[in-house]
Every structure is written in structure tokens, then in C-alpha cells.
């Protein structure tokens, strides 16, 4: 293998292939590795239900910086929401259905205590690091919602209104939410509204393809990366299919959960490795607390022929027949019991080998610890993507921030090292 590359970007989600397109408009010669045979990582549009659907991520949001850009410079719009019809809540053991008001004067005043000192502990949101938070280190989600001392129906309300976002109360640390609260000026609301409201005009394939014409990179589908070896001078990448791949720098910019397959030399930090190894937390207008049914959150999404597109997260892969027809069915009439379910598509993320798992939701600790560190270069490898993002982790905007990020950075020390 005589080529060597100025950079080897590893995984072509967004993250990489952003990366890839601006540091090869930069004038470096880049090769970028994807194990799948398709581009675009944890966004993915698939046949289903007689259309091409959004399997993966999709929502965006015009104050998100990095992907507005994006949608802007290739001239691409967002699909408003559909209008709010009715909400249908689990609390208590009852489905109650009302309006969005009538389910919003509970929430509210509840997600305002939770985040009450979002903008405290994240005063520069763009820097998570900005003050110490060691307070909160530790607190996961559940521990914060028992501080609150509230009612079983507030409470079932409350981790309701968190499942479209949260699949584990336990396993999930408090810190990341605050974060994106605290983006969003404090305002749950507002940050919700980011993450599941407006879509992008003819989908995310759209826009990887848009970003991909763009780029001189050259693209290895097909090809999983096994282990990452920094010699010093360059960096090895060897493949499963035994074949080596050189460059003088790697951006690694893989799911968190998927990192711990490939063997990294020499050894990451502590707390990189820590994070690494304990991986995030997978358990895989409907509100209902993640872990207790089938189906955590649901929206109407569209409606055609007659038919209505309804979008399901399902925060427990095993609770659910999502192969069946009957058992999706029968998820969804725990809330409403005339239902008809004429046909479904679904994606196993948890089940996925090149994501096993869904977005980011950090475990107690680990987003003002492992994530600091995975974000420091070490020696010739960077990391990158919607997993260990310093803005908006698990979303879009995070895996483009991260992967422009650490483009920059590898740009500016091989022009160093050109002088
Ligand atoms: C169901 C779901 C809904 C979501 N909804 C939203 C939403 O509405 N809005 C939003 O902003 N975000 C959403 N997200 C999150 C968002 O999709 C992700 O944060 C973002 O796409 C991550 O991009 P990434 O490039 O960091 O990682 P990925 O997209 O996971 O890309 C990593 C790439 O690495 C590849 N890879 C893995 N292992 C190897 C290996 N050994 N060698 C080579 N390649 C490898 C993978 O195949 C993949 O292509 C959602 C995610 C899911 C799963």
C-alpha cells in the first residue's frame, strides 16, 4: 500500500461526510471509510408504507446553525409541521386526550422546575466546559424528577413529555438536557421544537448527496475499519477484509457504541476509554414514560390516501413486534383503541451493528467528562460526530458541528506543517 492520504475519515454520517467535503475543498487529498453500503449513517430514508420515509433523523431547525447553512448553501427548504390535533397522554394508568393546552398545563410548570438552572450550569452553551459542573455530574434524570416531590399523574406527565427525547430516566445523566435547554434560552419548549418539529424539503438524502457533490474525497463503501494504529508519522487503518488504509491524520467519526469494536493504538485516555467501554444507554402526539409501554412517543406525521403516517419511538426494542403488523397495532391501541394499522416500516437501531443504538443521550457523567476528552486530539486521531458534540449532541447539528470542527483543526496543523 504506497498511497498515503493527508486525511482517512472514518464513517460517512453526517459528521464524516462534512468533514471529508471541507477539507477536501481545502485542497487535502482524503479518503473517507464507510462499513455500510450507503451513506448516511443514523439518517436514512428506506421504502415504506407505500413512500420513502425518514427511518433515522430528520428534524432540523433554522436556529441550528451548522445545518442552515448547509440547507441554505445548496438551496434546500424545511416542510413545516403538520397542525396540532388532538394529544392522548398515559398517566396514572388512564390515557387522557386533550388538547395540547390542556396537556401542556401540567408539563410546563413541571419542565420548568426540572430546568430551572439550565442556564446556571451552561452559561455559554457553545461551551459546555465554561464552568465548573461537577454538582451535577453524577445526577441522572431520575434523580432529578425525585428531587421534584411530585404527584404519580405529574410525574408519569412529566417523564411523558421527556420520552420523545429520553429512553431511560435512570440511565441517562441530567447534564446533556440542561445543555439543550440551556441553548435554547431555558426554554424546553423551544429546544423540543428544534428536535422533532421541522423536516428537510425532499429528506436527508437530499442533503448528503447535495454535500457529497461537493467533494473530492474518495468513497470506500463496503469497508469496515477494524483497528487504528498512530505510528507518529502516520496512522494505519486496517480493514476487516485485511487491507490497509495510510494517511498522515484520522478523523474517527463513528457512534459511540460502535468505537469499543475497533482497536485504537496507542491507548485512549481513562475517561475516553470509560466512556467507550460503557457505551450510552439503549432501551431503544403521544406522551407516555419511557419503560412502562410499548411505545413511548408518537406523533402524526402526514397524511395520504386516506391513511395516516404516524411516527413511533420506541425507547425498549424487545417491547415491541415491530416485524408484526398486529403488534404494532396492538402498542398503539393502548391509547387508541379503535386503531387500524394497515402497514408499517420500522429500523432497529439498537439492533444495528454499525449504530447499536439510537442518538446520544449521555449517562450520568460522561458529557462533562469522557466526551471533554474523546473531543482532544489524540496524537494523529481526532474523533468526531453527533455522539461527543460540544453543541446540540444527538442531533444533526451536532454531527455537522463536530465534523466541520475537527476538519478545521486537522487543516490548520497540516498547513502548519507544509510552512
Ligand atoms: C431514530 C432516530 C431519530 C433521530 N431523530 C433526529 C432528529 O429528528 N433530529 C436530529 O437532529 N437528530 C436526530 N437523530 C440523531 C442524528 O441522526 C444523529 O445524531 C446523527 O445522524 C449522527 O451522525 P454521525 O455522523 O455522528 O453518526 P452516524 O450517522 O451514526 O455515522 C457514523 C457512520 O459510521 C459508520 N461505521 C460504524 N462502524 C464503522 C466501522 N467500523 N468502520 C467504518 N464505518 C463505520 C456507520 O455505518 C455510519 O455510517 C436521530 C437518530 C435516530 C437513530
Redesign the pocket.
Known sequence: MDEVFDVAV???????IVAARDLSKNGQKVVL????SR?????YMDHGCGDILE??????HWTQPHIWCELQRHGISVNPPMEEGMNYWLADGTVHTGSSEDFYKTALPLLERLFADSRDRFPMPFDPTAIDNTGIEKESIEDRINSLNISSYERDVLEGVLSGVVHSYKDHGIAQLLHAVATYFGNFGAFFET??TWSIQGGTKRLIDAIMAETTAKLRLS????SITDEGSRVIMRTRHGEEVHARKTIV???LN?IG??QITPKLPNMAQLMIAKKKPNHGCIFAPAGKYPLNAARTERYFDGDTLVLC?CSDDASIRCEDRLGVQAALRKFIPSIEVVDFAYHS?VGDE??QG???MNRPGSFTTGAVELRRPHGNIHF????ISASEP??????LS??AQAARDISIKLNKQML
Do not use: K, N, Q
Open positions: 472514518i464513517g460517512a454520517g453526517l459528521a464524516g471509510l464507510e462499513a455500510r451513506l448516511g449513517g443514523r439518517t427511518l433515522g433523523g430528520g428534524y432540523v428536535a422533532g469497508t469496515p475499519v477494524s467519526a463513528l457512534p460502535t469494536d475497533v419511538m437501531w454499525f449504530s439510537g442518538w446520544m468526531a460526530g453527533g455522539d444527538g442531533s444533526i447539528e451536532g454531527a463536530s465534523g
